[in-house]
Antibody
Framework: EVQLLESGGGLVQPGGSLRLSCAAS????????MSWVRQAPGKGLEWVSS????????YYADSVKGRFTISRDNSKNTLYLQMNSLRAEDTAVYYC????????????????WGQGTLVTVSS | QSVLTQPPSVSGAPGQRVTISCTGS?????????VHWHQQLPGTAPKLLIY???NRPSGVPDRFSGSKSGTSASLAITGLQAEDEADYYC???????????FGGGTKLTVL
């Protein structure tokens, strides 16, 4: 069974940093693209970032470009999201989601999703 | 404002059929990119419901179906049940943004 378990969320002050982790199991992690998607309280889903299976290709939403960095350690089956210069509008539940393999992976679906970790940016 | 437009809410009585639309543009759905649908039950993480416009993952009832035409896609739910009450999101790719895009979400209420 595929499992994704996020951790690292919490309360951080504006301008601060936080690193999220997503521990994966139940599939060949290095083969699949992975993504982060967030959901602000009471709002819809917003794609944040995606990374290829090898880690060599990354994509970011304009809202986080230059502040967030996605990475992965395939030896540890773990996905990361380093978040710097955090703003109040970054407050959200952050989900990691398993993508697909092969070419054109960015246009494909997310399945499954982790349970999410809450990040609150406030003074 | 979401790149993909969904109605904020839809409703139906048990046993009825409802549809949820997802309207895009020439840089996403209209460009030929697939549409995927996710269901988010209250207080839980999203779950894949339809992938590649019209395909159901294993375990998803055939009451759920998806279609795509031109710059729009639709999710249809037949034989509505109380447990279908959830938020539904469409997902696609936008070439202008070079990234994944979601609809704003539609809240389904079973009357």
């Amino acid at each position: 069974e595929v499992q994704l378990l996020e951790s690292g969320g919490g309360l951080v002050q504006p301008g601060g940093s936080l690193r999220l982790s997503c521990a994966a199991s139940g599939f060949t992690f290095s083969t699949y693209a992975m993504s982060w998607v967030r959901q602000a309280p009471g709002k819809g889903l917003e794609w944040v970032s995606s990374i290829s299976g090898s880690g060599g290709t990354t994509y970011y939403a304009d809202s986080v470009k230059g502040r967030f960095t996605i990475s992965r350690d395939n030896s540890k089956n773990t996905l990361y999201l380093q978040m710097n210069s955090l703003r109040a509008e970054d407050t959200a539940v952050y989900y990691c989601a398993k993508g697909q393999t092969g070419s054109g992976w960015l246009v494909k679906w997310f399945d499954p999703w982790g349970q999410g970790t809450l990040v609150t940016v406030s003074s | 404002q979401s790149v993909l437009t969904q109605p904020p809410s839809v409703s139906g009585a048990p046993g009825q059929r409802v549809t949820i639309s997802c309207t895009g543009s020439s840089s996403n759905i209209g460009a030929g990119y697939d549409v995927h649908w996710h269901q988010q039950l209250p207080g839980t993480a999203p779950k894949l419901l339809i992938y590649g416009n019209s395909n159901r993952p294993s375990g998803v009832p055939d009451r759920f179906s998806g279609s795509k035409s031109g710059t729009s896609a639709s999710l249809a739910i037949t034989g509505l049940q109380a447990e279908d009450e959830a938020d539904y999101y469409c997902q696609s790719y936008d070439s202008g943004l070079s990234g994944v895009v979601f609809g704003g979400g539609t809240k389904l209420t079973v009357l």
